[in-house]
């Protein structure tokens, strides 16, 4: 039996081609949806794209036929526009002229031509009013993935303590020789165990040609030595010039912005393989004037950033006496660091640059990959970013941008991810991280 989606203007903002998602279903776009995005479109914003680029799929399937009456859509499927409304069945505090309950007052219409009526929206409330009134409700699930089966980037493995002696000694070895029944994605790691109550262990990498090979010491980085396993598959990755792209998911202070940063002015200042570190974050919503602060545009700049201006300044405190401690302004005017907003990162082409984008979970899926293709010849993308810490009202923990890549590039050789734990800012910045 088909079913009938009623779809709220949030799915549309989220993903302006939600309604080719629902195979040959019935789908409804209540009015006063049109008349939201028409609000939105304006906005120089990512949303405001997403606005530009529904309200263009909608005006192409016009042409089809009588947008009100239904025009044909996913082959047997129909849309329609319906400015249909029941306010008999609505509760008395529902009945006033807010969007969310006009297009609740839709779905009631529907539902009383006995039609299966589903409403789908990502905003949790008007899910929940849609329950309330007997309405079967449901989140707009594409581009999520399951956050508690989330890929850590590592496994623990228990073997014997021959094995581990064998593995120090060959140092790299497939995995056929370790007897290891089980499959494992590229650039996964591993901490390899003893199974015979001894201390011995040994951290490996899973390479692109179906490989084992041992993590080597890692150096300290800009100052920075790794203080637990996490982090020393973080650095791996960092320094790896053949990963191109790397997440790192982690609670606040677990290092994985200081972490980036340390690897990226390794590689710009001291092994030269990148021309350029460049640091950015959303300023959110993305994409928002900065004129509403007074100043140049670096003093405009300078509140969102400071996170990572501290970050540089503890990088530049910790190294020794015999590098030479260049501020990071100093850095700037060599050509050697940018810091700016995610705000204007659309339609470049960006080569030979380690380029770190923090705080990513606060982008949409499609931002991260209007970022992505940003990265020119010899690039090197870094996301970061707590899903726990999101202020996006249209992406959660599930639905972020950056679980969202990890997820989808764990299994491809030009990307590594790993999920830090252990907090290591403070004890204090541990216990609230945990307790709070």
């Given amino acids: 039996m088909k079913k009938t989606f009623v779809i709220d203007t949030n799915v549309l903002l989220h993903d302006p081609k939600a309604i080719y998602r629902f195979e040959d279903n019935e789908i409804i776009l209540p009015i006063w949806v049109v008349e939201e995005i028409d609000k939105f479109k304006r906005e120089v914003t990512e949303i405001g794209r997403n606005a530009r680029e529904a309200s263009r799929e909608l005006d192409e399937l016009r ?26 069945d609505l509760p008395p505090t529902l009945t006033d002229k807010k969007a ?45 993935i399951h956050f508690e089966e989330f ?77 637990n396993k996490e982090q020393r598959f973080a650095f791996d990755l960092l320094l790896n010039d053949k990963i191109s792209l790397v997440t790192l998911v982690g609670k606040a202070g677990t290092g994985k912005t200081l972490l980036a940063i340390a690897a990226g002015l390794y590689k710009v200042t001291d092994d030269k393989h990148y021309k350029k570190l460049l640091v950015t974050r959303p300023i959110f919503p993305m994409g928002k004037e900065l004129g509403f602060l007074p100043g140049e545009l670096e003093d405009k700049l300078k509140p969102w950033m400071q996170p990572i201006f501290d970050n540089l300044d503890l990088l530049l405190h910790l190294t020794d006496s015999q590098k030479v401690r260049t ?16 705000t204007y990162i659309r339609g470049r082409s960006i080569p030979c640059q380690y380029i770190i984008v923090d705080e ?4 949409t899926p499609h931002e991260v990959k209007t970022i992505l293709t940003r990265a020119g010849e010899k690039s090197k ?27 989808k590039f764990k299994d491809h050789p030009l990307a590594g991810h790993i999920t830090l734990t252990k907090g290591e800012r403070s004890p204090l910045a541990e216990a609230a991280a945990n307790l709070l």
């Avoid at 056929?176 to 201390?199: D, G, K, M, R, V």
């Avoid at 990513?360 to 982008?363: G, I, P, S, T």
């Avoid at 996301?383 to 990890?406: E, K």
Wanted: net charge negative.
């Fill in 63 to 88: 042409l089809k036929g009588e947008i009100a009456k239904g025009v044909p859509i996913n082959g047997e499927g129909v849309l329609a526009i319906s400015m249909e409304r029941v306010d008999d």
């Fill in 100 to 144: 969310d309950n006009l297009i609740l007052g839709v779905a009631l219409a529907f539902k009383k031509k006995r039609k299966r009526v589903v409403l789908v929206s990502k905003d949790t409330n008007l899910r929940i009013k849609a329950n309330a009134v007997g309405i079967e409700a449901q989140d707009y699930e594409r581009g999520k």
């Fill in 151 to 227: 890929y850590s980037g590592f496994t623990k493995i228990q073997i014997a303590n021959s094995e581990i002696d064998k593995i120090y000694e060959k140092r790299k070895l497939s995995i056929a020789e370790l007897n290891l029944n089980q499959t494992f994605h590229i650039n996964q790691f591993f901490i390899f165990e003893s199974s015979e109550q001894s201390s011995k262990s040994v951290l490996c990498r899973h390479d692109d040609d179906g490989t084992i090979s041992v993590i080597e010491d890692i150096k300290p980085v800009w100052g920075i030595v790794p203080r």
């Fill in 327 to 342: 501020p990071y302004k100093e850095l700037s005017n060599q050509g050697l660091l940018q810091i700016e907003a995610l």
């Fill in 360 to 363: 990513a979970q606060n982008l």
């Fill in 381 to 407: 993308v870094i996301l970061t970013g707590d899903p726990y810490q999101i202020d996006n009202p249209y992406v959660d923990a599930s639905s972020n941008g950056l679980t969202y890549v990890a997820e």
